[in-house]
């Protein structure tokens, strides 16, 4: 651990120092896997360096780790040409096509046998990071493998991607640029998909399109709340390979502090390599991130560039495919399910099949837009996919096998449950039922609400939650505060022993934190970690219930479509009733823990406003700045911290000056709101 901090360390070196240790601490944590320090400490640093740096505007560079949070929300993507093209690989799909390839290589060589680098093929997205000076300052997506987005800010957000290269003693050129692929490992997979379950949202169907999802976006913040992965395998300067071997460069960039997936190996011929590559396909799914083959490579680069391209692809590379996990079978039927929200949507029942050892019998079709993009009919055969634990997918329908009594499919236009209406907002695809106590809402409600990681009500399962609504009368997730003994062991299958139980787990319920109640509420787009979020920043469901959008938006990671949806659920009148009830069943409304002041970006700071801002009315930045821990007055003296000075500001500017107070405008001011801790 480091001893406690000089007093005569200034602000600029404590600043750099932190840096620094913070830079190798997540060096030995994101790329290593070996921390040697506790979250808790890397906190206090993190926490340390972001208070200095509040107070020293000056200081903050752009590689910081303090910047990895993410920013202000920007307007679309800039686009930059690729030093050289992003070229894809042709495929092999068997034994032949690799050994093919192996003799295409040695006759374009004149060689008997070559060298190989067989790398794992990561299923993500290939991704460009240029370093100048060794420092991070340009991301690129592929784009069209001619001109990328820039995705700087998103990339920056991925702590396995250094911000700074080590090992500085090794010459590198002042320009040079690592190619690699950014993916989400599975296990954020499940629990980023878990989350989105939990609010409301449609799902992802695999790893690589969550990853898309959350590296393509306009707002980092979302980037950063994704826990990606960006893994090297290339290296190169002016657009050209800067080692001679692909070994050399998988080894350089270890110890230029990059990821490199450790399972890579330099194969002596076309025989061992197609062992090492079958070694891997059964062995793949223990990985904590989806391959979906590997990449054989030519070793030298001398090489590599004797053979150069086809108009495509490099002839000194193959990525060798293992067998998808995808299947064909029959449509039988497409079956409407409810949702808690509402929401309408189509599942395929099909005729079970096994898709790599599992068999499956149902997909998820999202929703009408979907069937329409698939032209699917009942009766098709449909090609679908499994990839992770994830409902399969329905990638596209066989046309040559199309039956002719095949039927179009229409999304019913009242709700298969309740027979009510169903509606559909202008601009969204998802139809929804309109009542409010449609049954089959309200059992979806109660199942979310029961839920483990929710307020874990054992036993409280599909088949009981249809007992309770259709038998007991049950027409409130706050009525099953109200069962009684009696009622329970009027039900089917329900011994006085299992009543019992569940009068106690249900009790048990009353303690779970206001976190979790929020949670329960079943809020759209509020998963576990923004409900955690809003219990730890309002403290309690009162003050969160009346606060206005902007003190909402102040929250770091929570956007306009969180905020406003948040304001939608409680003006709604049925369910402040229901919010009134369940306090009066004794469900805990306040959190246990007083709000943290530490994790407020601008607690003990005082704010003076002046001037039109371009954005923020005043009342609305004030809001902000209160709910940031900040104080806004409306004099200037020696104890302002900040004036945000907008157009025509009046007086107060021409004080600030006199006092030498700093002077910010509004967007500094929102960066100082949205550099609170993570
Ligand atoms: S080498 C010319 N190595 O697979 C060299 N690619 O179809 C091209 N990929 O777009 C890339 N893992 O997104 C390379 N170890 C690896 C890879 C890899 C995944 C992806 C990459 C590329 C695609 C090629």
């Not at 002042?174 to 296990?187: K, S």
């Not at 086809?310 to 990525?319: L, S």
């Not at 293992?322 to 189509?346: F, K, M, N, S």
């Not at 801002?613 to 821990?629: D, K, N, Y």
Request: one cysteine or more; aromatic letters at 6%.
């Amino acid at each position: 651990m480091q001893a406690m901090t000089p007093p005569e360390e200034s602000p600029k070196k404590e600043v750099h120092r932190l840096r620094r240790e913070l830079q190798r601490h997540e060096y030995l944590y994101y790329v290593l896997d070996q921390p040697q320090i506790s979250d808790q400490e890397f906190d206090a640093k993190m926490r340390r360096l972001r208070a200095l740096e509040a107070q020293h505007p000056d200081l903050v560079e752009p590689d910081s780790p303090t910047q990895r949070v993410g920013g202000q929300p920007r307007e679309g993507f800039v686009k930059h040409r690729h030093s050289s093209p992003l070229r894809s690989l042709d495929n092999a799909y068997s034994e032949d096509d690799l050994l093919a390839f192996d003799r295409r290589v040695r006759e374009g060589l004149g060689a008997e046998r070559v060298h190989y680098v067989v790398e794992l093929k990561l299923d993500g997205l290939s991704t460009v990071a240029r370093y100048r000076k060794g420092k991070f300052y340009l991301g690129l997506t592929r784009g069209d493998g001619e001109y990328g987005e820039d995705v700087t800010e998103n990339l920056r957000t991925i702590r396995s991607l250094p911000l700074e290269t080590q090992s500085r003693r090794e010459k590198m050129p002042e320009e040079f640029e690592v190619r690699g692929e950014v993916v989400m490992p599975r296990a954020a997979f499940e629990i980023l998909n878990r989350e989105r379950e939990r609010a409301g949202l449609s799902l992802f169907a695999n790893p690589r399109n969550a990853a898309a999802g959350s590296l393509r976006v306009l707002d980092s913040r979302i980037t950063a709340s994704r826990r990606l992965e960006f893994f090297a395998y290339y290296l190169l300067a002016g657009g050209q390979p800067m080692l001679p071997r692909q070994s050399l460069t998988l080894e350089h960039l270890r110890r230029l502090g990059f990821k490199v997936n450790p399972d890579w190996k330099v194969c002596h011929g076309a025989g061992e390599a197609l062992q090492y590559i079958q070694n891997w396909e059964p062995r793949r799914e223990q990985l904590k991130f989806e391959i979906d083959g590997a990449v054989l490579k030519l070793d030298e680069v001398e090489a590599q560039r004797k053979l150069g391209y086809t108009n495509k692809f490099p002839r000194w590379a193959i990525a060798y495919k293992y067998a998808a996990r995808q299947a064909e079978t029959e449509l039988l039927d497409i079956e409407v399910q409810v949702g808690r929200t509402g929401a309408l949507t189509p599942v395929a029942v099909l005729k079970p099949v096994a898709v790599g050892g599992v068999m499956v019998a149902r997909a998820s079709l999202h929703n009408q837009d979907e069937i329409e993009r698939l032209g699917l009919r009942i009766g098709d055969w449909v090609k679908i996919e499994r990839s992770g634990d994830v409902i399969p997918q329905v990638l596209e329908t066989v046309p040559d096998k199309r039956p002719q009594n095949a039927r179009e499919f229409q999304m019913p236009r009242e709700c298969p449950v309740c027979h009510s209406k169903v509606h559909r907002e202008p601009g969204e695809v998802v139809w929804r039922c309109v009542n409010a106590d449609c049954p089959a809402k309200l059992k979806e409600s109660l199942l979310h609400f029961a839920r483990r990681g929710v307020m874990d009500i054992d036993g409280l399962g599909p088949a009981l939650v249809d007992q309770l609504v259709e038998q007991l009368g049950v027409r409130a997730i706050a009525d099953i505060y109200d069962l009684t003994l009696d009622q329970l062991k009027s039900l089917e299958h329900m011994g006085e022993k299992s009543a019992d139980n569940l009068l106690k787990q249900i009790a048990a319920s009353r303690e779970r934190g206001l976190d979790r109640v929020i949670l329960s509420l079943g809020i759209r787009h509020v998963g576990e970690r923004t409900a955690r979020l809003l219990a730890e920043r309002f403290g309690s469901m009162d003050a969160l219930m009346h606060a206005g959008e902007e003190p909402l938006q102040a929250i770091e990671e929570i956007g306009p479509k969180i905020a406003s949806s948040i304001q939608e659920f409680f003006s709604e009148k049925a369910n402040r009733e229901l919010i009134a009830r369940l306090k009066k069943a004794g469900l805990q409304m306040q959190s246990k823990q007083p709000p943290r002041p530490q994790e407020q970006p601008l607690a003990g700071l005082t704010f003076v406003l002046t001037g039109t801002l371009p954005q923020w009315t005043r009342e609305q930045a004030a809001a902000a700045i209160e709910a940031a821990g900040g104080r806004v007055t409306s004099a200037v003296s020696k104890k302002t911290r900040y004036v945000v000075a907008g157009q025509d500001p009046g007086s107060k500017l021409e004080k600030a000056r006199q006092l030498g107070v700093a002077i910010i405008d509004e967007a500094e001011l929102k960066r100082l709101l949205f550099t609170s801790p993570a």
